[in-house]
């Protein structure tokens, strides 16, 4: 068994541009960080033989890569119709009005303010530009505003921060819930159950081959770092930077900040359960 193949979701590997999936090819952002792993993948989806392509989540406001992107599809023979945004994080929508200018097409996002056109998205909507399939999936938890993309004909679910190519995401409290975000893992998990669905092309770091035994990883460390935290309350620790010091001690102190926003929303659903 290879590295990769060993860990959890079986990453293909480095973030690969180009085709990930019959339908999906992934052109990299320029803005790798601690928080955005390699960058941000910006993913053009389209139907085998269509001339027209969904992209989902432009990425930063960087006339470069929007440019690479709108190249990427033209080369492919296709134009961009339609712009889809996972949520309002700026290294995936940032570059989205720009974007549209640049393709004269629509953006559509479950969040009012960021779209451009007449039609948002809502849980259940089914998009079918060019004959593609792309099937809405709430969820919300890393932002309330996070939707996920099932592609039903590559057995693919396109994730944005919800589950992550490599790493685990964060709750962005206040506006990320821990509860939703349990209620979403599970939601994705039974797309991989009852869906078929087996590829997650994540916002950022490598496709994973083995969407449940990512979303099971997912859902065990969330119970394992839940405990931790409520086990650290009990031996008299306060204070989210507190917590953080304690439990997230094996992890790189530059992403203390935003594991500090993980332990608020873990401390806002242990204190509603009446567990502290």
């Known amino acids: 068994m290879s590295e990769a193949a060993a860990l959890p979701g079986q990453p293909r590997g480095g973030v690969l541009p180009g085709p990930a999936t019959a339908r999906a090819t992934n052109v990299l952002a320029p803005n790798p960080s601690a928080m955005t792993?390699?960058?941000?993948?910006?993913?053009?989806?389209?139907?085998?033989?269509?001339?027209?392509?969904?992209v989902i989540d432009p990425g930063p406001?960087?006339?470069?890569?929007?440019?690479?992107?709108i190249a990427t599809a033209e080369k492919a023979g296709r134009r961009i119709a339609l712009t889809l945004l996972t949520h309002g994080h700026p290294d995936h929508a940032e570059g989205a009005a720009?974007?549209?200018?640049?393709?004269?097409?629509?953006?559509?996002?479950?969040?009012?303010?960021?779209?451009?056109?007449?039609?948002?998205?809502?849980?259940?909507?089914?998009?079918?530009?060019?004959?593609?399939?792309?099937?809405?999936?709430?969820t919300p938890g890393h932002t309330g505003d996070s939707l996920c993309f099932h592609l039903p004909a590559d057995r693919a679910v396109l994730t944005g921060d919800t589950v992550l190519g490599r790493g685990t995401t964060v709750v962005a409290h206040p506006d990320g819930r821990l509860g939703d975000y349990l209620?979403?893992?599970?939601?994705l998990r039974s797309l991989t159950v009852d869906d078929g669905v087996h590829t997650v092309l994540p916002g950022h770091g490598p496709v994973l081959d083995d969407a449940q035994g990512a979303v099971e990883f997912y859902l065990a460390h969330r119970a394992h770092r839940l405990a931790q935290v409520e086990t650290a309350v009990e031996n008299?620790?306060?204070?989210?930077?507190d917590v953080v010091a304690r439990v997230y001690a094996d992890v790189d102190p530059s992403l203390w900040p935003a594991a500090e926003l993980s332990v608020r929303a873990q401390l806002e659903y242990l204190t509603e359960h009446g567990l502290i």
């Open 236 to 241: 008299g620790l306060r204070t989210a930077a």
């Open 61 to 69: 406001l960087d006339d470069g890569h929007l440019s690479h992107v």
């Open 183 to 187: 209620d979403s893992l599970r939601r």
């Open 37 to 54: 792993l390699d960058g941000t993948n910006t993913w053009i989806v389209a139907e085998p033989g269509s001339d027209l392509a969904v």
């Open 98 to 138: 720009r974007f549209a200018e640049l393709t004269r097409s629509p953006v559509r996002a479950l969040d009012p303010a960021l779209r451009l056109g007449d039609e948002g998205l809502a849980p259940g909507d089914v998009i079918t530009t060019g004959g593609l399939e792309l099937r809405v999936v709430p």
